[in-house]
């Protein structure tokens, strides 16, 4: 199976910032078939990126997925308060679909 | 808007079946697939496998000799049903939403958390 390792495991910014998160494969992802959500207690994880650059409807603008292969890349231009929490890869191109191990994103 | 709303007990004892349902509201079960997802404390997410509306499934190997997985289109449901559980299984129990069987899910409920112990 392929295993998604997420870097860094936390990353303490402030609003404002940018941050950028990776999500590096083990093996290559078929068709950058790669998504990323975002996860916070006590809600439903709500769908980011799909197709590795694809926002999700309803995704503001500031939030841009990039990559290929076995790299790939989500950055949060401009962090607004709402967007600390904790993000996850996962690769749907093949079998079984595997998950990151999360980047939390947390205030500073 | 589509909301998933996972149900069941949230202690069971070890080697008796846990039970969730997942309750579709803002959309119909049909024509999608349905997934059930975990997430042990302090671990990484792990698909325990997929139905369609349909009734067909895909369970992931390592724990397809436990898991049973249905759906009632006249209640909007889903339901999984693990059995002969261990504190291996302790996790929080996602549903979710996709496409397609292997695919980026659009929706997630809230979760569960399900606790084993006598």
């Known amino acids: 199976e392929i295993v998604l390792t997420q870097s860094p495991g936390t990353l303490s910014l402030s609003p404002g910032e940018r941050a950028t998160l990776s999500c590096r494969a083990s093996?290559?992802?078929?068709?950058?078939?790669l998504a990323w959500y975002q996860q916070k207690p006590g809600q439903a994880s709500r769908l980011l990126i799909y197709?590795?650059?694809s926002r999700a409807i309803g995704i503001p603008d500031r939030f841009s997925g990039s990559g290929s292969g076995t790299d790939f890349t989500l950055t949060i231009d401009r962090l607004e308060p709402e967007d600390f929490a904790v993000y996850y890869c996962?690769?749907?191109?093949?079998?079984?679909?595997?998950f990151g191990q999360g980047t939390k994103v947390e205030i500073k | 808007q589509v909301q998933l709303q996972e149900s069941g007990p949230g202690l069971v004892k070890p080697s008796e079946t846990l039970s969730l349902t997942c309750t579709v509201s803002?959309?119909?079960?049909?024509?999608?697939?349905w997934s059930w997802i975990r997430q042990p404390p302090g671990k990484g997410l792990e698909c325990i496998g997929y139905?369609?509306?349909?009734?067909?499934?895909n369970y992931t190997p390592s724990l397809k000799s436990r898991v049973t997985m249905s759906v009632d289109t006249s209640k909007n449901q889903l339901s999984l049903k693990l059995n002969s559980v261990t504190a291996a299984d302790t996790a929080v129990y996602y549903c979710?939403?996709?496409?397609?069987?292997?695919?980026?899910?659009?929706?997630w409920g809230q979760g569960t958390l399900v606790t084993v112990s006598s």
């Open positions: 979710a939403r996709s496409r397609s069987g292997w695919d980026y899910f659009e929706y």
């Open positions: 803002g959309g119909s079960v049909s024509f999608y697939y």
């Open positions: 139905i369609h509306y349909s009734g067909s499934t």
């Open positions: 093996q290559s992802v078929s068709s950058s078939y």
């Open positions: 197709g590795a650059s």
């Open positions: 996962q690769q749907y191109g093949s079998s079984p679909q595997t």
